[in-house]
């Protein structure tokens, strides 16, 4: 069974930094396609940013030069790193993958920046 479990979530004031993490499981996760989203109060879930197995990254332009998206194969684990925190960026970040036409999510993990 995939399971996808975020971590590193919290309360953040604004001008601070954060690194997420994604830990999976039952997958072949070193040839998978690894994204993260968010979903803000009142809005839409909205795309950050997508990582390839071979560490080829693209970013959503409102996220470029505020995210950082990176990977550890080695240890299953997908990363998120927020710059200089934001007020607006107070959401909960979900990872996620593809198998086979099923997308899978992890359970998600708030994240509040005060300012």
């Known amino acids: 069974q995939v399971q996808l479990v975020e971590s590193g979530g919290g309360l953040v004031t604004a001008g601070e930094s954060l690194r997420l993490s994604c830990a999976a499981s039952?997958?072949?996760?070193?040839?998978?396609?690894l994204n993260w989203f968010r979903r803000a109060p009142g809005k839409q879930r909205e795309f950050i940013a997508g990582?390839?197995?071979?560490?080829?990254?693209t970013y959503a332009d409102s996220m470029k030069g505020r995210f950082t998206i990176s990977r550890d194969n080695a240890k299953n684990t997908l990363y998120l790193d927020l710059i200089s925190a934001r007020p607006e960026d107070t959401a909960v970040y979900y990872c996620?993958?593809?198998?086979?036409?099923?997308?899978?999510w992890g359970q998600g993990i708030q994240v509040t920046v005060s300012s």
């Open positions: 996620n993958t593809r198998i086979v036409s099923t997308n899978c």
């Open positions: 039952g997958m072949q996760f070193s040839l998978k396609t």
């Open positions: 990582i390839t197995g071979g560490g080829s990254t």
